[in-house]
């Protein structure tokens, strides 16, 4: 049914279409039957599948990686269809419309996207503010399910935080700290972007002394807080073997809680000839061109780290045999984005089941 709905859906512009989509599913969960068979037809619950990490009880290991619900508007919707964690994002201090449009291109003939979305978002003050709506309305449901074996494992939610596209890479660490400290009561762990190919310079803060700057800056902040919150870095596909080895390095002299490989790749090798026009439009690409990749990049990444920093898998998620290859390379989480443009509001169902089975 979804395939036949896709190809319909396909014939209308990506961000017109997921925004229809996702109000749609907001008016279906407005009502309490709504969200009870919706949360029935997509949500896979089993024991097998909880899964502690960073000391965070996730109830299954797929997650909605950023950039999807970058305000967090839809986190009730995302709930109901089966996502053990959301990362709402990229944030960034101030408001700020993004590129302009059209920005995100589909290929379907390589089951891809190309997006240069630029950190849209509504600001972190409103996102942290729809975050605090969403924790007050949980806590008295997680606090009554506690005597419940099992019952703590909930839908994470991470916050991915960025700079601002005005904000010059000497002074991005200000932007960082705004985020953290804005969402820190709000969110269960951070994701640093310095990895976009779509904000102007910003990769540029791959390097390593740019990190250090910015992640040793969040852990200070972190460290004087009450209660501590995992910082993950995510980067992009694009670096090569010597820059992983900074990253790595830095990571383990620093002791960072984890690293997320990867975010989209400004390469188009590999794609089809039906998608030789619109790969020449400039953005990341994401989907099944960049699994290989992704899977390369997090093997090497694993392999430095030497057990003591774990890495999430993101990149070419579509299937629960994609999914396995990521955990069985040793990632504790994965995260799909564009997969579940392309398989649907089951991605989560399909993939959880195939892991348990």
């Known amino acids: 049914m979804y395939t036949l709905l896709r190809t319909i859906l396909f014939n209308f512009s990506p961000e017109a279409v997921h925004h229809f989509s996702m109000k749609s599913l907001k008016i279906i969960c407005s009502t309490w039957l709504g969200k009870k068979i919706l949360t029935s037809l997509f949500t896979y619950k089993n024991p097998k599948l909880h899964t502690l990490f960073l000391g965070l009880p996730f109830r299954n290991p797929v ?3 950023a950039g999807f619900d970058k305000n967090a508007e839809y986190l009730r919707e995302l709930e109901c269809l089966g996502f053990g964690f959301v990362e709402t994002g990229t944030v960034t201090p101030k408001a700020q419309p993004g590129n302009d449009k059209p920005r995100v291109f589909r ?15 509504e600001g972190v003050e409103v996102v942290a503010g729809r975050l605090r709506k969403w ?14 074996a099992g019952s703590s494992y909930r839908m994470i939610i991470g916050g991915n935080i960025g700079k601002n596209k005005v904000t010059p890479n000497e002074e991005a660490w200000k932007d960082y700290e705004i985020c953290f400290n804005a969402l820190h009561d709000y969110v269960d762990y951070f994701v640093v972007n310095v990895s976009s190919p779509n904000t102007p310079g910003l990769r540029e ?8 700057k910015i992640l040793v800056h969040l852990q200070e902040l972190n460290a004087g807080k009450a209660v501590q919150r995992p910082i993950l870095l995510k980067i992009a596909p694009d670096l090569t073997n010597e820059q992983l080895d900074d990253v790595a390095a830095l990571a383990l002299e620093i002791k960072l809680d984890g690293l997320v490989a990867t ?8 794609l089809s000839p039906q998608s030789a026009v619109t790969s020449q439009q400039t953005g990341g690409l994401s989907g099944k061109p960049l699994q290989q990749r992704s899977t390369e990049v997090l093997q090497y990444l694993i392999s430095r780290m030497e057990g003591k920093i774990p890495v999430v898998a993101s990149g070419g998620i579509f299937t629960g045999a994609d999914a396995k290859e990521k955990l069985d390379c040793g ?6 984005w564009t997969g579940f443009i392309y398989e649907g509001p089951a991605i989560v169902k399909n993939i959880t089941r195939f892991l348990i089975s």
């Open 205 to 212: 803060l791959q390097e390593k002394e740019s990190l250090r």
């Open 331 to 336: 990632a504790p989480l994965v995260q799909v």
């Open 107 to 121: 290929l379907p003939a390589d089951k891809a996207l190309i997006n240069r979305m630029g950190f849209n978002n």
């Open 63 to 65: 997650g909605l990686a």
């Open 135 to 148: 924790k007050n309305s949980r806590q008295t449901a997680v606090s009554k399910q506690q005597a419940t």
């Open 263 to 270: 975010n989209t790749t400004i390469s188009r090798e590999g």
